[in-house]
């Protein structure tokens, strides 16, 4: 009897997770939207950043059909000062000369030349609860 597998690639997210400027760092964080610190993410469109886990910490983006989170170091620099990304509108954009800029609905470069998206994290929702982890 032969078996025949599919092979599907996961080029995609090996080049992703294998990127060398970022941490695979192991954490997880609990975000109640009911409260006051994250009420926004509660309406589509809305990001917050969220500080200490991950490599610079979380941008957390809520698409009008579900939460995104992005690690908030820049994918595409080595970590320092400037790598920290902040968030402009639906764009997440480093402080570095010149600025990397990344969408937030895909974590896709805005740039031609990026060689990494935006860095995600596994995201469960029920409620009024947002778990994020990794």
Same mark, same amino acid.
């Given at each position: 009897? *032969?078996?025949?597998?599919?092979? #599907?690639?996961?080029?995609?997210?090996?080049? =992703?997770?294998? &990127?060398? $400027?970022?941490?695979? *760092?192991? #954490?997880?964080?609990?975000? @109640?939207? /009911?409260?006051?610190?994250?009420? %926004?993410?509660? #309406?589509? !469109? @809305?990001?917050?950043?969220?500080? !200490? +886990?991950? $490599?610079?910490?979380?941008? +957390?983006?809520?698409?009008?059909?579900?939460?995104?989170?992005?690690?908030?170091?820049?994918? $595409?620099?080595?970590?320092?000062?400037?790598?920290?990304?902040?968030? %402009?509108? #639906?764009?997440? +954009?480093?402080?570095?000369?010149?600025?990397?800029?990344?969408?937030?609905?895909?974590? %896709?470069?805005?740039?031609?030349? *990026?060689?990494?998206?935006?860095? /995600?994290? =596994? +995201? %469960?929702?029920? !409620?009024?609860?947002? =778990?994020?982890? &990794?």
């Amino acid at each position: 009897m *032969l078996f025949v597998f599919p092979f #599907f690639s996961c080029e995609d997210d090996d080049l =992703r997770r294998d &990127n060398p $400027n970022l941490l695979n *760092l192991r #954490f997880e964080i609990t975000l @109640n939207t /009911s409260l006051p610190a994250y009420n %926004q993410l509660n #309406f589509a !469109g @809305n990001a917050i950043y969220y500080p !200490g +886990v991950a $490599n610079k910490g979380l941008i +957390v983006f809520n698409t009008g059909g579900g939460i995104l989170a992005w690690d908030a170091a820049d994918p $595409n620099l080595t970590p320092r000062d400037c790598s920290l990304l902040s968030i %402009q509108g #639906f764009e997440a +954009v480093s402080n570095c000369d010149p600025p990397n800029s990344y969408d937030l609905y895909s974590g %896709q470069p805005n740039q031609d030349g *990026l060689q990494y998206p935006l860095y /995600s994290y =596994r +995201v %469960q929702e029920s !409620g009024n609860t947002i =778990r994020i982890f &990794n």
